[in-house]
């Protein structure tokens, strides 16, 4: 009774949570939900009420209709949670949808402009190889993922050695590995690192994912040599499933 009383009614947190970036290039409705049909591909639950900030920078000057457009992102399992490079005279039709305006994008436009600004003012010398050094150890879960439980390994490798369970969740901003079967749903380089893979001993996913390039199989998964463990990859702009031996 005594801790009960002494306890706070509310705690305030930095707390960080994934959330996907919807990119558009296109204003009118009609071809945006086409795309996100042809994405989904039948499947209801494919964004499975994703967290996501919409992208306006590549058409910032375009007028768009936020009272069609946040809906039908929501229709798609897309719960919107901000809006990046909006043009000022939309904040107030953004707020009142409840959705915040990402400034965090503002300082970063500035400083790159700068920096532009900076290299026409005098000759840059060669760039130095960019060396990104992961210190962080990957996280290890010895247990099985069931429906419903969502893992994230952050700046991190993930390793599982039980199943992960329709239903369930993997996420790992570095590669994910599996030394069982695959069923749920897996996204490696969750940050945008397109060099993550994803390898299992049996790959019956839901859905998997490389630095945001999804690929759903309801169409059947790739007939691979048998007893080998399965690689998923990005080869280009399209996910890549393949046996490791024949990769060999």
């Known amino acids: 009774m005594q801790n009960s009383l002494m306890r706070k009614p509310i705690e305030i947190k930095i707390s960080t949570v994934v959330a996907v970036a919807i990119l558009l290039h296109q204003a009118a409705t009609p071809i945006l939900e086409a795309a996100l049909k ?5 499947s209801p639950d494919f964004f499975d009420n994703e967290f996501a900030v919409i992208d306006v920078e590549s058409i910032a000057d375009t007028s768009l209709d936020w009272d069609v457009l946040i809906p039908l992102f ?5 719960h919107t949670v ?17 959705l915040a305006i990402d400034v965090v994008a503002k300082p970063r436009m500035e400083s790159e402009l700068l920096a ?21 150890p990957a996280l290890v879960i010895d247990t099985p993922v069931r429906a419903g439980q969502r893992i994230y390994a952050r700046g991190a490798d993930l390793i599982i050695t039980a199943a992960v369970n329709n239903g ?24 945008g690192n397109t060099e993550a893979r994803i390898f299992a001993l049996t790959m019956e996913p839901e859905l998997v994912s490389i630095a945001g390039i999804y690929r759903t199989f309801e169409h059947g998964y790739p007939e691979l040599p048998a007893k080998y463990p399965v690689q998923v990859r990005l080869n280009g702009d399209s996910i890549e499933v393949s046996s490791v031996k024949s990769s060999g």
């Open 38 to 42: 042809e994405m989904c591909a039948g």
């Open 74 to 78: 929501k229709s798609y399992g897309l």
């Open 82 to 98: 901000a809006v990046r490079h909006a043009r000022e005279e939309d904040h107030a039709a953004i707020r009142a949808h409840g």
């Open 116 to 136: 532009a600004a900076q290299r026409q003012a005098t000759p840059a010398p060669a760039p130095e190889p960019q060396v990104i050094i992961r210190n962080n």
């Open 168 to 191: 369930a969740e993997v996420i790992a901003d570095g590669s994910i590995h599996i030394y069982a079967p695959l069923r749920g749903r897996a996204l490696a380089g969750a940050t």
